[in-house]
């Protein structure tokens, strides 16, 4: 499985868990979300993983660390009711294009407001996820 599979496998979790759903419907943004998007929503990124040279040892497995962060401009506790949904839809183990994936969460913190104007909440969440990069 490709990086971008992985992503792309992680993203379809998010949009079909129901707790998840319920929340954002599909706004499930990949890098960025656009200008003017309705929250609560989520923006998903990828922050590091091996270069290409060292993708997987003997066993096939790699690592790759995401971001996922919960929106939502209405209040703390919303985003954060979509960051715990978030966490439980993901861990500990998931099925990404057909292949089981071990997901660990590594951090989670708030970004508070980071639009003063619009008052726009933020939890980030760090994951690790094991996959066969093969």
Known sequence: MTLLELLQGVRSILVADLAVQGQVTDRVHMEYMPQGSETP???????????????????????????????????????????QNIDTALTPTAVVNGEIVTIERDNMSS???????????????????TFNEG
Request: net charge neutral; glycine share 4%.
């Open 41 to 83: 929503a989520i923006v998903m990124s990828l922050v590091s993983a091996p270069r290409p040279q060292q993708l997987s040892d003997r066993s096939g497995l790699t690592e790759a660390r995401i971001q996922v962060i919960a929106y939502s401009r209405a209040n703390y506790s919303e985003a954060m009711t979509l960051a």
């Open 111 to 129: 970004l508070g407001t980071i639009d003063g104007e619009r008052k726009e909440r933020a939890i980030a969440t760090d994951f690790m996820i």
